[in-house]
């Protein structure tokens, strides 16, 4: 059984730093991709990692600020974010798939994923 177990938010003062992890389990992943979703607005990709050739990507958003790695040993995925902005608040998730998947599309597509954590809240508030 696939599952995937994000852990890591909470309330953060604006341009404080949280990280993230994506505890995958059940599956051997060709990589993992971030996404979050704030109140009242559609699902968004933020970050990733493609796992066999270790490339990363990120939205503009988040670009310079995020940071998305992975421990083989852990079968975890991090994500490091730092200078978190109000606008940072959302549900973070985690999400993968057993076939190989390019993550520039997966960003924009989050639908053509099968398996998906359950979420953790990132409140960015002073």
């Known amino acids: 059984q696939v599952e995937l177990v994000e852990s890591g938010g909470g309330l953060v003062q604006p341009g404080g730093s949280l990280r993230l992890s994506c505890a995958v389990s059940?599956?051997?992943?060709?990589?993992v991709a971030w996404f979050r979703q704030a109140p009242g607005k559609e699902r968004e990709g933020v970050s990733c990692?493609?796992?066999?050739?270790?490339?990363?990507f990120y939205v503009d958003s988040v670009k310079g600020r995020f940071a998305i790695s992975g421990d083989d040993s852990k079968n975890t995925v991090y994500l490091q974010m730092s200078s978190l902005k109000p606008e940072d608040t959302a549900v973070y998730y985690c999400?993968?798939?057993?076939?190989?998947?390019?993550?520039?599309?997966?960003?924009?597509?989050?639908?053509?994923?099968?398996?998906w954590g359950k979420g953790t809240q990132v409140t960015v508030s002073s």
């Open positions: 999400a993968t798939d057993k076939i190989p998947f390019p993550c520039q599309v997966v960003l924009t597509s989050p639908q053509s994923l099968d398996y």
């Open positions: 990692l493609s796992r066999g050739d270790g490339k990363t």
């Open positions: 059940g599956l051997d992943h060709y990589g």
